[in-house]
């Protein structure tokens, strides 16, 4: 299923990738995203988040940012920035923040229980990060997806939606 196809008053779990593509300018998926966390904010529907997703995001974020000011390539990224943590102060979090304080975008910080987190790496074969965003979409009853990532195309009881 795409994005478009998600229906007026869902709850939606929003996984790392659709704010990275907006935060970076991705050109495959920008209409997409931002049309999609436009009706978000707009009481379309609610977008939920955890903390697993901002983390990898600003990651996500400052990675992109060092590579195209130091004109550095991916794999070095951290190797140089181990040779210079200072990088990270130089950082603008301004779009980051921006981004995840929209109206209708509401963090969840889940009790989460380990064992749900392993057992859902082992039924579906994800890493710990996927796993996570599981666990809080099961403690929160939350079954919508918005996500690009073929890894959760082997959960069956979510709805993916992909830009």
Known sequence: MRLEDV?????????????????VKDKRYINSVKSFLKKVEGGFYTGF???TVFDETSFNFIKLKVIKKYGIKRGEFSDFYKQNPNLVREIDFEPVLKLFSI???????????????TEFSSE??????????????????????????HD????????????
Do not use: C, Q
Request: glycine share 2%; aromatic share 10%; proline share 4%.
């Open 7 to 23: 229906h007026r008053g869902e709850r939606i779990f929003i996984d790392t990738n659709i704010f990275t593509y907006l935060l």
């Open 49 to 51: 988040f955890n903390l």
């Open 103 to 117: 109206d209708n975008l509401n963090l969840l910080t889940p009790k989460l229980i380990l064992e749900l987190v």
């Open 124 to 149: 579906h074969a994800l890493l710990p990060a996927d796993a996570i965003i599981l666990a809080t979409m099961k403690e929160h009853s939350i079954v919508n997806l918005a996500s690009n990532d």
């Open 152 to 163: 959760f195309e082997r959960v069956d009881w979510i709805n993916l939606y992909k830009p």
